[in-house]
């Protein structure tokens, strides 16, 4: 699958000068990049590059010390702006699945729409349904999370991102904690959405999968941005030595 | 322990399964032999003190058993009203306070305060100091005109147990993992939504033999109220003995309450070895 360029498309996602500390240690010094429409963009980097805290300042898990992420045109750090509504236009999946253990397959995925966004019950079991039928997950509805593998948990989870259709998908290091060989079917269903004209940002370990599956690759390095390419220009041909030598590291294990 | 009955075995097996039915038999009749060993000795021991015939007359009469029974029983239809309620009561105010107390918006800063200051004081009074305060203190003010006994002493059980409950249930809910937090409010779901929705049920589970047994507990403190006045069980029996000097009717009384608790304390166990059996699959050990 080669990269296409989406950088006519509108911009979905802008980080723009973001800075986040904890305490003296400055994790993400100054980072800008941007997701167009449609595109899939792999956050790359070693352990503590800042990819998860990248991840977490956009789903306002985190607040900012400095800078501004946009969603379309709203500034997700202005504090006026409503962070509830905010989150649901972003649908965001974690390394450890994080189902709701105390809720069937199917109301994890409703959950949402039901609550949030007040659909009756049945409208939002239908949609539900149409989602997990179409990753042969509709037999295990009603069944609870602990009860599935954790491919399949996942693959649940990723349904429960999509209810609401949002406007931008984050994924989090989401084959992390996955068995190698469970790891496939889950990739297999975000090559699946990416196809659909998914709009994707995801953090990842997966070198294969995001040099295949990405459009475009973002390197961090102690809080910078050291690379935002093509797969091929960042991961094939690089030529600063630093990024050679950690997609090189990757190469041998 | 394998089941092998549908299938055949090898010689090693059924050796083996034969040990080990041999060593259940030796168990059983172990234990049979210690309990009747431990049966007789207190029995011994009772039989030979030199007080027995006395104690045996003022507390396990039947003639008196008999006498008391009937008022005893009267009684602890109150404590079974009184505990209905209270039972309530502490579900509402323990599950307000617990909830206070893990806001963070600054509207409930005072609220917050409050009931942390509440749950602090109320652990550290004596039940039955809270039920003297509450049952002669709010008379005393003159404001509500006659109250019942029975009312103030509900009062009482409510305000003391609400604030060990508050705190057995603010842990449950903080136990919750944070990971759960983060996925509702990713979804969209407001900090009331997720508290409800996420937090709350699966909290409840973590700490349900926690609560049962606080319920059980609060089943017999119930009888506390007695010391206020209100003719509850205890007090029933206070007053045949008052007016027999025979002590049964408190064996009486002691029986209906614990017949009261043995169906919670045997739910308690099935819930807890269900949820324990649920959570170690497989273990032998």
């Known amino acids: 699958m080669a990269s296409t360029d989406f950088s006519q498309n509108k911009k979905v996602l802008r980080i723009d000068n973001v800075v986040k500390r904890f305490g003296d240690l400055t994790v993400l010094d100054h980072i800008s990049f941007d997701v167009h429409q449609h595109e899939t963009v792999a956050l790359l980097g070693p352990s503590g590059s800042g990819k998860s805290t990248v991840m977490k300042c956009i789903n306002l898990l985190e607040q900012v010390n400095d800078g501004q992420i946009w969603l379309g045109d709203t500034d997700l750090t202005d504090p006026r702006e409503d962070q509830d509504k905010i989150r649901s236009r972003i649908g965001v999946v974690f390394q450890q699945f994080n189902l709701f253990s105390h809720m069937t397959v199917l109301d994890n995925v409703t959950l949402a729409a039901r609550k949030v966004h007040k659909w009756p019950r049945e409208k939002a079991e239908d949609k539900a349904m149409g989602l997990l039928r179409r990753i042969g997950m509709d037999t295990k509805a009603k069944e609870y999370p602990d009860r599935l593998s954790g491919g399949q948990q996942q693959r649940v989870a990723i349904c429960r991102a999509l209810m609401m259709e949002p406007e931008l998908l984050l994924l989090d290091e989401i084959t992390s904690a996955l068995d190698p060989l469970l790891v496939g079917e889950v990739l297999e269903m975000v090559g699946e959405l990416k196809k659909q004209g998914a709009t994707i940002l995801m953090a990842t370990h997966e070198m294969t999968f995001a040099h295949d599956a990405a459009d475009r690759i973002v390197l961090l390095r102690r809080g910078h941005i050291a690379e935002n390419g093509s797969p091929e220009e960042v991961m094939d041909n690089p030529t600063d030595p630093e990024t050679q030598q950690f997609f090189a590291a990757y190469n041998r294990v | ?285």
């Open chain 2, 1 to 285: 322990m394998p089941d092998n009955s549908q299938f055949s075995v090898s010689a090693v097996e059924q050796e083996r399964a034969a040990y080990r039915a041999q060593e259940r038999r030796r168990s059983v009749l172990t234990s049979v032999a210690s309990s009747v060993a431990l049966a007789v000795a207190l029995i011994v021991l009772l039989k030979f003190s030199p007080g027995w015939p006395r104690v045996k007359e003022s507390f396990v009469s039947a003639e008196y058993f008999a006498l008391a029974w009937p008022q005893v029983v009267d009684g602890l239809l109150l404590n079974i009203r009184v505990l209905g309620v209270a039972l309530v009561g502490v579900a509402v105010l323990g599950t307000s306070l617990a909830l206070i107390r893990m806001t963070t918006s600054a509207v409930m800063f005072p609220l917050r305060v409050l009931a942390r200051f509440y749950t602090t004081i109320m652990r550290g009074i004596p039940m039955i100091v809270v039920l003297y305060l509450i049952g002669f203190g709010i008379p005393g003010l003159g404001l509500f005109g006659r109250i019942d006994k029975a009312v103030l002493g509900t009062i009482a059980v409510i305000m003391s147990y609400s604030a060990y409950i508050a705190e057995v249930l603010r842990a449950g809910f903080q136990d919750v993992h944070p990971s759960q937090r983060a996925s509702a409010r990713s979804l969209g779901l407001t900090t009331a939504q997720t508290m409800w929705y996420v937090i709350i049920p699966q909290g409840l589970r973590k700490i349900a033999p926690a609560l049962m047994n606080d319920f059980i507990s609060m089943q017999k403190d119930v009888g506390l109220i007695s010391t206020l006045g209100a003719v509850d069980a205890v007090r029933a029996a206070q007053i045949v003995v008052a007016k027999t000097y025979n002590f049964t009717p408190y064996v009486v009384a002691s029986i209906l309450f614990i017949l009261m608790s043995v169906p919670f304390i045997l739910i308690n166990d099935w819930y807890s070895e269900r949820l324990r059996k649920r959570e170690q699959t497989g273990g032998m050990v």
